[in-house]
Each structure stands twice: as structure tokens, then as C-alpha cells.
């Protein structure tokens, strides 16, 4: 059954994908607020939709597939519809470090490996580039922005569900598991609340509400971190250095979590506290080996003994890390990830790759920083860097602790798409 539910949802979005980015000229898609009016879009507009509507969607044992296909769908469009290239240090960046994941891709000796890692990376620039090479008017950004809202609130409704009804034999084969949810969920945050904004419709909050329940309640640490850093964020875009007393405040807040909330707290520390109170006795004696990792950190040091050691500069090769990972030649048992982003990088392709690729993440948000507060700029532009921006800083923020670009098809398609918009949307000045 899980393969054959794979292989559908594998078929149909390659059936729609291709139908959408190669077949017909103009759609009529209803508007965001009221069904029964249409507007017209384009193939290439409708592609994107599309996007928007099933990078939730991992196609079970077809995953690895199933994101070749979209580059090959966004590379095809790019050749039909051709590139239109806008002004950002952001991409200038990542096509150079995509240079750099090449030249180590020539030298490593897990070519197939090193291609799967690149491809990864290879999506979300591919994204940005179809995106801003789209016509984006403002009721069609408002429809992908609601598009992107609702695939939220299927996929944690469908969590939510799991504990209840027996649903988890169709989930699993179709949409992505819930810790690939939960470190997007940022960004489903963040569209809540501009949609919240112009709607001011309740249901929204209820959502918003819903998707930071879960990380709470299930007592996920990467995710209580990702959606803390993105309200850092939201507040350092909002009211940049006199929003120090909200940082403050939400860094506080996270502390208040570990220490009252009983399953957060069980599940930081080896050891079991009965009450916050105990905790706060027993700080002084508290190191980095009271802190249940999970096996994290052990299997951090023995990566960067492994891989990294003997390699700092240019690191051990692209793809090099995943295979001995997924071959089972390591001391961690079944475990095929590290669960850190970051640590990968500087293994496959050293001190360059990570210095690259962290300043990929500076000019993202940065230029997304700057576009929102130039108050020339297009009003829905502004906020759809705004969305990107902070809502990136959340997603690559749990990247520390896990494996966020393995699934980049839902994690990082959303940000970068977005981006994309700001990128398209700021030419039209107010």
C-alpha cells in the first residue's frame, strides 16, 4: 500500500507538473477571498502555484526522485521562458558557492552521493530564479500566499490527526514527516500572519496557534529554537536595536520552557528533574554532558574527526559524509543523518563551502531586511521579504540540530520562492 500511494502522488504531481509548466497559456484560478470570481494566469504562474500547493508533498520512497523531477520542470521552464535576472548579492553568492559544490563534486570520490547532496542545494536557487522570472501582480501573490498557508494547515492538521485517527499508514507515504514540518513551520507562521493582517479572519490564529503548539507539545527542541529565532527576527525587522527588550523577553521565555514545562524539560536533560527549582539548584554543576543530545554531540565529534580533520580548507568532498552515513560504516547504529547542516558543510567542503553558504544566509536576510525598510518599495514586496527573511532565520536556525536542506523540496522552496517575489514585486515603486 505505501509504495503504491507513493507512486500515485509521484505520478500526479509530474502529470500536473508538466501539464502546468508546458501545456496551454491562461487558467482561470478563483481569487483569494471569494470562489465564484476568477482571475487568469499564466502557465508559468500556475507552476508556481502548484509548488506552493505540494512541496508538501515527499512521495514516501519516491523523495529523492521526485525532487529531481521538479529541477527538471524548473530548469525546463527556465529554457522555454527564459531568465530574468534580478540585482541581489544573494544570488551572485550562491552561484558561486554552487561553483565551489561543482569543483568538489569533480574531486570526491562519492560522485553519486555528491550529486544527490548538490541537488539539494541546487532547488532552492532554481526557485528563486522561476520565481522572479514571473509575473507577479498583487491578487496573485495574495493567491500564493494563501495557497502556501492552507498546505500548512493540512500537513500539521494531519499530524494533529495521527494521534487520534489510524491515518499514519496513508500520511507516511505521501506527505513529509513531522520533523521536516516542524522547521518550516516559520514560515507558516509568518504567511498566518500577513494573511491574518489583511483578513482578520479568527481561523487564522487558530492555525498560527496550531503550528506553535506542536513543537510545544511534542516537545521538539529543534522547533521550539526555530520559531523562537524567528520571532527574534520578526521583531529585529519590526523595530531593528529598540526591539533588544523583546529579545530579551522571548530568549527568557525559552529558558521559562525548559524549566517548567515538564516534557521539555525531561527531554533537555540526562538527568530527571522533578521541579524548575531543581534545575536552578543543581546550575553550577551543569556542562554541555548534562544535556541529552541524543547522541548528537558524540556523533558531531567524531564527524569532524572523521571528515573534517586533515581536510579544514577544501573538506573531505561533496557527498562523502551522507554515503558513509547511509552505507552503515560508522559507530551510531541505523542513523543515515547527522542532524546538522552546518557540520556537513564544513566536512564534504571545508572552511570555503561554510563561509559560502553562511553568506548565502547573510545577504538573504539582509537584502530581505532592506527591501521591507525601504518604504519606497511596493507594500506587498515589503512583506514578501519580509516573509522570507524572518522566516529563514527560524528554518536555518534548527539547521544546527538537524538536517533542514535534506528536505529542501518543503523547507526551503517556500522561503526562497517568496524571496523571489520581493525580488519581482520591489521594481514596482509605489
Known amino acids: 500500500m505505501a509504495i503504491g500511494l507513493s507512486l500515485l502522488a509521484f505520478l500526479l504531481i509530474i502529470i500536473y507538473g508538466f501539464e502546468y509548466a508546458f501545456m496551454g497559456k491562461t487558467y482561470a484560478v478563483s481569487t483569494t477571498w471569494n470562489k465564484r470570481i476568477k482571475f487568469k494566469v499564466n502557465a508559468q504562474q500556475r507552476f508556481v502555484l502548484l509548488l506552493l ?139 498566518g500572519l500577513l494573511l491574518y493582517k489583511f ?72 538527568h530527571t528533574f522533578n521541579s524548575a527549582e531543581e534545575v536552578i539548584n543543581m546550575s553550577s554543576n551543569l556542562s554541555p554532558d548534562s544535556i541529552d543530545s541524543n547522541g548528537r554531540f558524540a556523533m558531531w565529534e567524531w564527524s569532524l574527526n ?24 560508522h559507530p551510531f547504529g541505523i542513523i543515515k543523518i547527522a542532524h546538522n547542516d552546518y557540520l556537513q558543510i564544513i566536512c564534504d567542503t571545508g572552511q570555503i563551502g561554510l563561509f559560502l553558504y553562511m553568506l548565502i544566509i547573510i545577504s538573504f536576510v539582509w537584502h530581505a531586511f532592506i527591501i521591507y525598510n525601504d518604504k519606497k518599495n511596493n507594500v506587498l514586496a515589503r512583506q514578501a521579504a519580509f516573509i522570507a527573511g524572518t522566516s529563514l532565520c527560524g528554518i536555518m536556525a534548527t539547521a544546527f540540530t538537524d538536517n533542514v536542506i535534506n528536505y529542501s523540496l518543503i523547507t526551503l522552496s517556500y522561503p526562497y520562492a517568496f524571496f523571489g517575489f520581493a525580488l519581482v514585486m520591489k521594481s514596482k515603486r509605489k
Open 199 to 270: 483578513s482578520k479572519k479568527k481561523q487564522i490564529l487558530f492555525a498560527i496557534l496550531l503550528f506553535i503548539s506542536i513543537p510545544i507539545v511534542e516537545s521538539v527542541r529543534t522547533g521550539l529554537i526555530g520559531i523562537g529565532v524567528f520571532f527574534l527576527a520578526v521583531s529585529f525587522f519590526k523595530y531593528k536595536l529598540k526591539a533588544l527588550p523583546v529579545f530579551v523577553l522571548i530568549v527568557a521565555s525559552f529558558i521559562a520552557s525548559i524549566l517548567f514545562v515538564p516534557t521539555v524539560r525531561n527531554k533537555m536533560f540526562r
Open 306 to 329: 572523521t571528515f573534517y580533520e586533515g581536510n579544514k580548507f577544501m573538506g573531505a568532498g561533496i557527498g562523502q559524509m551522507q554515503a558513509r552515513f547511509y552505507s552503515g560504516n
Open 53 to 191: 500547493a505540494t512541496a508538501i508533498v515527499q512521495a514516501g520512497a519516491f523523495s529523492a526522485l521526485l525532487l529531481l523531477v521538479w529541477m527538471g520542470l524548473l530548469i525546463g521552464i527556465l529554457f522555454r521562458y527564459g531568465i530574468q535576472m534580478f540585482s541581489s548579492p544573494m544570488l551572485k553568492i550562491y552561484a558561486l558557492y554552487l561553483c565551489w559544490l561543482l569543483f568538489s563534486l569533480v574531486l570526491t570520490s562519492e560522485k553519486g552521493y555528491g550529486f544527490r547532496v548538490l541537488a539539494k542545494y541546487l532547488f532552492p536557487f532554481l526557485v528563486v530564479l522561476v520565481v522572479s522570472s514571473v509575473k507577479i501582480t498583487d491578487i496573485f501573490f495574495i493567491k500564493a500566499l494563501k495557497v502556501s498557508f492552507i498546505a500548512g494547515v493540512i500537513i500539521n492538521s494531519c499530524i494533529v490527526s495521527m494521534k487520534i485517527l489510524p491515518i499514519y499508514a496513508i500520511y507516511n507515504p505521501i506527505l513529509w514527516w513531522q520533523p521536516a514540518v516542524i522547521d518550516v513551520n516559520p514560515f507558516f507562521i509568518a504567511s
